[in-house]
């Protein structure tokens, strides 16, 4: 392999590093509206009236728009496979705001600060209602959130609003309660994990213009374009052929742009004035009225027998999806999916649980997309079962996790909202995964801890984890490569680069199936005018699902390429050769250049322009896999922490580009840090967060991060593009159960609640020695 | 913030005058928290050309002018003869370089914050303060009363030391807000212990520095008879960053620690 | 008002509200390399260099600079393009939002300290906050330019 599985610099690096025009806001025009929007201060309350009055009279003011100025068509605003998964229970403005920080109005004038004075200005009139604050009260519960009666499912999902759950679902193999019974050692505990925000350093950002041919055209910061340009069309009434939507870079996005946030008000803005908008989020916007992780509960119970065999596994999830469904049922369906097969070996499983309404930000896709939920749960649970059974918790993995050729019924099980697909692991190291992570990490050494001094103890602990790579038969990506005279390539791909990298991964494998050097191919992505189609950066999909799109098309132009040079070289197809850069007549040795065979097809004889064209669904979604390995020190007086290191050992088939791909693993372990032991969206008692800032809501910083070590197992996926899966979650999921479980090898507590903190831990610390 | 005019003061007096004006007239210090007021300003009043910037020794005192930045200080070698560095390893600590780069000695001591990571550093050093109008006064009374009123700090005087002090600011990520602040140092004036982000502004334990200040030698068992008692004087509270309970847990053990440090055992 | 800057050792007149903040200046005149992340001192994409020094714009106001010299990434083009190449091969660049910001302050930085320690640069560069590397990549591309720069 000339060109994948190296590493070769992102084709869009230098450009972005030396301040090129790149990104959204950069792209907006200079006369553009500024549009700003009215934010409720209340977590539940109907609008009674508002009096824009004063705000229409200031200067500079275009318009304001109230819940009245839009079609009432209840949507989704998630970025997924249509019809969605996600019920359609958002209008674009409501008469009912449902959380602190929802649209109330929204304005578009000629300044910043025109516009936030008129926001001002508006007068209203708000009837207050109660709040759900508590998601364990929320089913059930007298307040409903939704009480309309347009809003519905778009299929079964479990959505009864009038009993504030969004999905619901319940899956079981096998009788878990028998197995429970007859298990030797049985483990029961509820974990709880937080919201979590993506802080993607670029804010929410898109703009507006009407095109000469008098098109709707916007700039937008998304993962998702062309879910976008759909919405946009089904909710707003233009014709999606008056529609172009256009992803410049953007600056992160970890699911949080896997929806849409300030498209709708834009587009709409623009096409009636005609005149150029554009909208930034604050980040305080961002904080409080994008998106967060879902806040879950998870009761797990585990059995097993004596000699270590896992025997059952009972789960039942309560996740709060906030004031709208978005992303609910798929995200609480990965807390089981993709977690729950790694103990294949079970005599049964349970998975069911409900996905509730509360007033809360809405919670949507977010990297590891409830995985990250369930695998806390889970292989905190495994460490726990492993302690009462007296066991090695590396050896009892090894005993009952996945290995290769193997498979797990609930694959066929459990899709997304659909029923899922068999498959067996063709390509799965797990098993190498932990043996070189336990290495790696010096385990044998250290576990379970080691007194350093008076004060501090240094301890390790692990997880295991696996995600998928993209949703079968619903995701879909496809490519476009048109060859150039001079020889060298457009790559046209639908797929969206979101920081990830996947421009240059994508342009690596046509390189590579071209034999030709990655300077040929010039790659276009993410413009729904201009490039075909794809579902967008999500679900760990681009490297596998659009990776094989541009494999595809990559073969089907060199097939053209070698029919047009055995026509010129009078030769048949068979008989010709073709090395990249030269075709050969195998019989006479005559030959000629791609260079001159492309000029000859442009200008000279027999022209025509060669574009090859194809697309790809997955028939099954390969999971990577991976071990992750911590080691603190940790303060038994203070409960302080600090990573040591964080040793990951990745399966993700062939890793095209292994520095992206290590990218890719660390950026989500540290995330998964973050989660773990920092980062918390705190709610007041009054529903309003009072950590909508970067002084409050603390990521981790370089100066936490000491040393990852980041590695890949060998390993070769058949159906993936040169043997690769995707890499784009799996990275996140460890962390929080790897920390929970060293935290308990070092002071042996059991923290069942993210973040970690070392308060938490300190309290936990005094409870137990009142306890003995 | 919402500023009508902007004056770049050509004299202290004028400065002072400006600010007597009316109650809606301020003075800019660094800037790096003025993105967190919501206030309207009338005049801010620049103090950028009154040269007040600049770091000296006199007679056993290291003078620091009010607008010096934080950054200056931290990098500045004077700095290195007052308790072993320790506001080097302090101001270190605060945010980033960026930030440092803007805010100054003078508006992180007139904020009164009380997350302010520098007051209790220089609360337990002798640390005196030079307004404009009213003169030369002490932090600690500066601190605890509002006796200086509208006035512009121009300089903040610390006595030179020898002997090691002991800071310590817990917090979640470099980047944060301390959850609490402990300080210790042992001179020739004795004991001093403060605590700040407590999360209200820095407090001394006078107490526990009196009874430490009043033994001939000072122990295990002292340190922790000291440490105990700064739990019970001063007084701890909740935020979102900690419970009092969690505070008070901290304040001991670094206490104890804090003094084991100076006292080297 | 009027001020004058000195941007990327050019001479111009802005028109400028008392209490506008250099970001918005900034990119009200075309220079987008300067960014908006938090818009209070946490993030770092903001950061311009003001005599040389590094300061988060989105708090400083642009009546300030009046006179002074800005620097953005635009202005050390060469010295970026450089820095760009140690991060290309670390795998450290990512979505890239905060790279302009960043080169400039490494660049900062190299002015400043003489062979600083790891952890020293570490500490410099703490409120330029990465939420896509995990920042070992950056850390060791950082570390090779600069041993390759000194």
């Known amino acids: 392999m000339k060109t994948v599985?190296?590493?070769?610099?992102?084709?869009?690096?230098?450009?972005?590093?030396?301040g090129r025009v790149a990104f959204t806001d950069d792209y907006a025009l200079q006369n553009s509206l500024i549009v700003k929007i009215l934010r409720s201060p209340h977590p539940y309350a109907k609008i009674k009236n508002i009096d824009a009055s004063k705000a229409l009279a200031l200067a500079g003011v275009?318009?304001?728009?109230?819940?009245?100025?839009?079609?009432r068509i209840p949507f989704t605003r998630a970025g997924q496979g249509y019809p969605e998964p996600s019920p359609h229970d958002k209008f674009i403005l409501d008469e009912f705001v449902r959380y602190i920080g929802d649209e109330v109005a929204v304005v578009a004038a000629t300044s910043n600060d025109i516009c936030e004075e008129a926001l001002s200005l508006i007068d209203v009139e708000y009837e207050v209602m109660d709040p759900v604050l508590n998601f364990e009260e929320a089913i059930d519960s007298s307040h409903i959130l939704h009480p309309e009666p347009e809003i519905h499912e778009m299929f079964p999902i479990g959505f009864e609003p009038l009993r504030n759950i969004a999905a619901s679902y319940h899956m079981h193999i096998g009788d878990v309660e028998l197995s429970l019974k007859e298990s030797d050692v049985v483990i029961q505990q509820s974990f709880y994990t937080q919201a979590q925000q993506h802080t993607a350093l670029e804010p929410h950002t898109v703009n507006a213009q009407m095109d000469y041919q008098d098109r709707l055209v916007l700039y937008s910061s998304t993962q998702t374009p062309f879910h976008v340009r759909r919405i946009l069309s089904q909710t707003l009434g233009i014709p999606l052929s008056k529609i172009r939507v256009i992803?410049?870079?953007?600056?992160?996005?970890?699911?949080?742009?896997?929806?849409?946030?300030?498209?709708?008000?834009?587009?709409?803005?623009?096409?009636?004035?005609?005149?150029?908008s554009k909208i930034v989020f604050t980040r305080k916007e961002v904080f409080e009225s994008s998106y967060t992780r879902h806040p879950m509960r998870?009761?797990?119970?585990?059995?097993?027998?004596?000699?270590?065999?896992?025997?059952?596994?009972?789960?039942?999830?309560?996740?709060?999806?906030g004031a709208y469904g978005e992303h609910a049922l798929t995200v609480f369906m990965v807390a089981g999916s993709k977690v729950l097969p790694l103990y294949n070996k079970v005599d049964s499983v349970r998975f069911h649980g409900h996905v509730v309404y509360t007033n809360h930000t809405p919670a949507g896709a977010f990297r590891g997309y409830g995985a990250i939920q369930g695998n806390y749960a889970l292989e905190s649970a495994v460490d726990m079962l492993c302690r009462k059974l007296h066991m090695d918790p590396i050896e009892f993995r090894q005993k009952n996790m996945m290995k290769e050729n193997e498979t797990s019924p609930i694959f066929a099980i459990m899709g997304e909202g659909t029923e899922g697909t068999a498959m067996n692991m063709e390509s799965c190291k797990l098993d190498y995964c932990v043996k070189r992570g336990k290495e790696l990490i010096n385990w044998d050494s250290i576990y379970p801890h080691k007194n350093v001094s008076r004060e501090k103890i240094r301890s390790v602990g692990m997880a295991i984890a696996?995600?998928?790579?993209?949703?079968?038969?619903?995701?879909?990506?496809?490519?476009?490569?048109?060859?150039?005279?001079?020889?060298?390539?457009?790559?046209?791909?639908?797929?969206?680069?979101?920081?990830?990298?996947s421009d240059t991964i994508l342009a690596q494998i046509a390189a590579e199936e071209l034999m030709t050097s990655l300077d040929k191919v010039i790659v276009y992505s993410s413009d729904t005018d201009l490039t075909p189609f794809d579902t967008g950066a999500y679900a760990s999909s681009t490297t596998f699902i659009s990776g094989n799109a541009v494999l595809k098309a990559a073969k089907k132009m060199k097939g053209l390429l070698i029919e047009e040079a055995s026509k010129v070289?009078?030769?048949?197809?068979?008989?010709?050769?073709?090395?990249?850069?030269t075709f050969k007549n195998t019989v006479n040795d005559e030959i000629i250049n791609l260079r001159d065979l492309s000029n000859r097809l442009t200008y000279n004889e027999d022209q025509k322009q060669l574009v090859a064209d194809s697309s790809y669904v997955g028939h099954k979604s390969p999971p990577p896999f991976m071990a992750g390995f911590i080691e603190i020190l940790i303060d038994r007086e203070t409960g302080e922490i600090e990573i040591e290191n964080y040793v990951s050992v990745v399966d993700c088939g062939t890793p095209l580009n292994p520095k992206l791909a290590q990218g890719q693993v660390e950026g989500g372990i540290v995330q998964g840090l973050g989660m773990a032991l920092y980062e918390n969206v705190i709610i007041s008692s009054k529903g309003k967060n009072i950590t909508s800032d970067f002084l409050n809501y603390k990521v981790p910083t370089r100066m936490e991060i000491k040393k990852l070590v980041t590695e890949f197992a060998e390993s070769y996926e058949s159906s993936g593009p040169f043997g690769a899966k995707s890499v784009g979650e799996i990275g996140i999921d460890t962390p929080p159960a790897a920390l929970a479980n060293a935290i308990e090898n070092a002071l042996g507590v059991r923290m069942t609640e993210l973040p970690m903190t070392p308060e938490k831990i300190i309290r936990a610390l005094k409870a137990k020695e009142k306890r003995q | 913030m919402k500023v009508n005019t902007y004056m770049l003061a050509t004299s202290l007096e004028e400065a002072y005058l400006t600010l007597q004006e009316t109650t809606e007239n301020a003075i800019l210090g660094g800037g790096a928290w003025m993105k967190l007021s919501t206030k309207k300003v009338n005049t801010l009043i620049s103090l950028d050309n009154l040269g007040l910037n600049g770091i000296k020794e006199i007679d056993g005192w290291i003078s620091i002018k009010s607008m010096t930045t934080l950054r200056e200080i931290e990098t500045s070698p004077?700095?290195?003869?007052?308790?072993?560095?320790?506001?080097?390893?302090?101001?270190?600590?605060?945010?980033?370089?960026?930030?440092?780069?803007?805010?100054?000695?003078?508006?992180?001591?007139?904020?009164?914050?009380?997350?302010?990571?520098?007051?209790?550093?220089?609360?337990?050093?002798?640390?005196?303060?030079?307004?404009?109008?009213?003169?030369?006064?002490?932090?600690?009374?500066?601190l605890e009363s509002k006796i200086v009123g509208r006035d512009i700090l121009t300089e903040v005087l610390i006595k030179k030391c020898n002997s090691p002090v002991f800071f310590k600011k817990v917090k979640t990520t470099a980047l944060d807000f301390a959850i609490l602040n402990i300080c210790v140092s042992k001179t020739e004036e004795g004991f001093k212990i403060a605590l700040g982000s407590r999360p209200g502004l820095a407090e001394l334990a006078v107490q526990s520095m009196n009874y430490l200040n009043q033994l001939n030698t000072v122990s295990e068992n002292e340190i922790n008879q000291a440490a105990s008692m700064v739990v019970k004087e001063i007084h701890f509270s909740s935020n979102q960053r900690a419970q009092k309970e969690y505070r008070e847990q901290l304040a001991e053990v670094y206490v104890r620690r804090g003094l084991k440090e100076v006292l080297s055992i | 008002m009027k001020i004058s800057l000195i941007i990327n050792g050019q001479l111009r007149f802005v028109e400028v509200e008392p209490g506008e903040y250099l970001l918005d200046t900034l990119r009200k005149i075309n220079i987008l390399s300067v960014r908006r992340g938090c818009d209070n001192t946490s993030c770092g994409v903001c950061t311009v260099l003001i005599e040389g020094k590094p300061v988060p714009s989105c708090s400083y106001l642009s009546v300030r600079a009046d006179g002074k010299s800005v620097t953005t990434v635009e202005g050390i083009s060469d010295e970026a393009e450089k820095i760009s190449a140690y991060f290309g091969d670390e795998g450290a660049e990512q979505c890239g939002f905060c790279n302009p910001s960043l080169a400039l302050t490494v660049y900062a930085l190299k002015k400043e300290l003489i062979h600083p320690t790891d952890e020293q640069v570490d500490q410099y560069l703490v409120s330029n906050l990465c939420r896509c590397t995990g920042y070992i990549s950056q850390k060791k591309a950082i570390k090779n330019y600069l041993g390759d720069q000194s």
């Open chain 1, 466 to 501: 696996m995600q998928g790579s993209g949703i079968p038969y619903i995701d879909m990506g496809s490519a476009i490569i048109k060859l150039n005279d001079d020889g060298f390539y457009n790559l046209l791909i639908g797929a969206t680069d979101i920081g990830q990298g």
């Open chain 1, 569 to 581: 070289l009078k030769c048949n197809v068979t008989e010709t050769d073709f090395d990249g850069f």
């Open chain 1, 247 to 276: 992803k410049p870079r953007v600056g992160g996005g970890f699911g949080g742009k896997q929806a849409l946030h300030g498209e709708m008000f834009v587009s709409y803005i623009t096409y009636k004035t005609k005149k150029p």
């Open chain 1, 298 to 321: 998870l009761d797990i119970k585990l059995g097993a027998d004596k000699d270590g065999t896992l025997k059952a596994i009972d789960c039942y999830v309560l996740s709060d999806t």
């Open chain 1, 5 to 18: 599985n190296k590493s070769f610099p992102s084709v869009d690096g230098k450009g972005i590093m030396m």
């Open chain 1, 62 to 71: 275009e318009c304001v728009l109230t819940h009245k100025d839009f079609p």
């Open chain 2, 78 to 142: 004077l700095i290195q003869s007052i308790g072993k560095g320790v506001l080097s390893s302090c101001i270190n600590q605060i945010m980033g370089v960026t930030i440092r780069n803007i805010a100054t000695i003078g508006g992180s001591i007139v904020s009164k914050f009380g997350f302010s990571d520098l007051i209790p550093v220089l609360l337990v050093l002798n640390t005196r303060l030079v307004f404009h109008k009213h003169g030369e006064i002490s932090l600690k009374s500066f």
